[in-house]
């Protein structure tokens, strides 16, 4: 018998190869991986429900895994027994145990990231923001996320991947608010594709530029085109913050704003 466990994982994703297990460099999975050996002193396999790109962040990526059921680490002390395995960029926030049936991938209902854009170059932002060269009409940048709210083929804005047989994603909330820093947008969707969101950003950022109008932008996203894709958004700004689960699995840690 064995005892099915969901984890609640955060991590800064600077130096590490995104989330995905991969021969030869340093990945989130890999890592998380590699303590649960020392942990539970058996090699296995945790399965994450979604990947997140190479410099990446997470504060709320969710896994799941099975232990055996006699193991002696009681579930609640579970997390505190992985952390001391792992490196200060990840933490194991939570532990729960979970329906037999249960994919962290499979059984979420959506999923939803932030992405940080800052109106001051600092020291203590560039690792966790994107910081633009020129100046941008924060108006524009909001005024821009409405167009992706909606089902969709995001086959403009995303990069191909040969196992994706759909490029339909049904974005629930797409919006920017104002911050003291700069603008934070939020997106949520049932499901997303290789790079929508920064493919995304990076054009409501061409908007907020006036180097495209927002009509340019809903014939892009119909064409299904991706040569009508902006260059890609920097990758330290955009955050996994919630993946949601029927069972309302690691609720409490939701952000407020949900």
Sequence with gaps: ???????????????YAGWQRQPNVRTVQGVVERAVLETFGVPLQIFGSGRTDSGVHARGQVAHLRVEDGHSIPTDKVALALNTHLPADIRIRAAEEVDEDFHARYNANWR?????????????????????????????????????????DFTTFS?????????????????????????????????FVYSM???????????????KSLDEVRSALNAQDRSGCSQLAPPQGLCLTT?????ELFHRFHPVHL
């Design 1 to 15: 018998m064995h005892r099915p466990l969901a984890l609640l994982i955060e991590y800064d994703g600077t130096h």
């Design 159 to 191: 990069k191909l991947r040969a196992e994706n047989r759909s490029y339909v994603c049904n974005v629930m909330n797409c919006h920017v608010d104002e911050i003291e820093s700069g603008s934070l947008l939020r997106i949520r969707a049932n499901r």
């Design 112 to 152: 939803e990231y932030s992405y940080t854009i800052s109106d001051e170059h600092s020291v203590f932002y560039e690792r966790y923001s994107w910081c633009p060269k020129l100046p941008y009409d924060h108006a524009l940048l909001a005024a821009s996320a409405a167009v992706f709210i909606g089902e969709h």
């Design 243 to 247: 993946v949601h689960y029927t069972n």
């Design 197 to 211: 969101v920064r493919s995304i950003v990076g054009t409501m950022m061409d908007v907020a530029l006036s180097r």
